[in-house]
C-alpha cells in the first residue's frame, strides 16, 4: 500500500555534506510520523530523526545541530540534509513512514531499501 524509496547517498569527505530524498507513493492516508534510521554493519539499526505531520522534529544526540529533516506533504516527501559528515556517521540509511490505523495502538512501520552513505577521507 505504501512504498518508499531513497536517493542520495554516496561517498563524502569528513565534513562534507549530503542531502537525502525520500518520496512516498501509495496510500498515503493516516500516514503521520516519518524518520530517517540507520544501519552500520555489526550495529543495531537506530533512529536519526523524525518529523511529525505537522512538523516537530527530534534529533538522535549524535546528529543534532549537524542534520536537518523536513518534509514536502505536497510532493510526499522527506529529506535529510546531513552537513558536517563524521566517518561515524557511515551506514545504510533508511527512509522510515508510520501509518496510524488504529487510535492508541502503535503505527506500521514501513521502509525504504536503504541508501549508503560513506564518510571517509
Known amino acids: 500500500q505504501v512504498q518508499l524509496v531513497e536517493s542520495g547517498g554516496g561517498l563524502v569527505q569528513p565534513g562534507g555534506s549530503l542531502r537525502l530524498s525520500c518520496v512516498v507513493s501509495?496510500?498515503?492516508?493516516?500516514?503521520?510520523?516519518m524518520g530517517w534510521y540507520r544501519q552500520a554493519p555489526g550495529n543495531q539499526r537506530e533512529l536519526v530523526a523524525t518529523?511529525?505531520?505537522?512538523?516537530?522534529?527530534n534529533y538522535a544526540d549524535s546528529v543534532a545541530g549537524r542534520f536537518t529533516i523536513s518534509r514536502d506533504n505536497a510532493k510526499n516527501m522527506v529529506y535529510l540534509q546531513m552537513n558536517s559528515l563524521k566517518p561515524e556517521d557511515t551506514a545504510v540509511y533508511y527512509c522510515?513512514?508510520?501509518?496510524?490505523?488504529?487510535?492508541?495502538?502503535?503505527?506500521?512501520?514501513?521502509w525504504g531499501q536503504g541508501t549508503q552513505v560513506t564518510v571517509s577521507s
Open positions: 522510515n513512514a508510520k501509518k496510524v490505523l488504529h487510535i492508541g495502538r502503535p503505527p506500521y512501520d514501513y
Open positions: 501509495g496510500t498515503i492516508l493516516h500516514i503521520y510520523d
Open positions: 518529523v511529525s505531520i505537522g512538523g516537530s522534529t
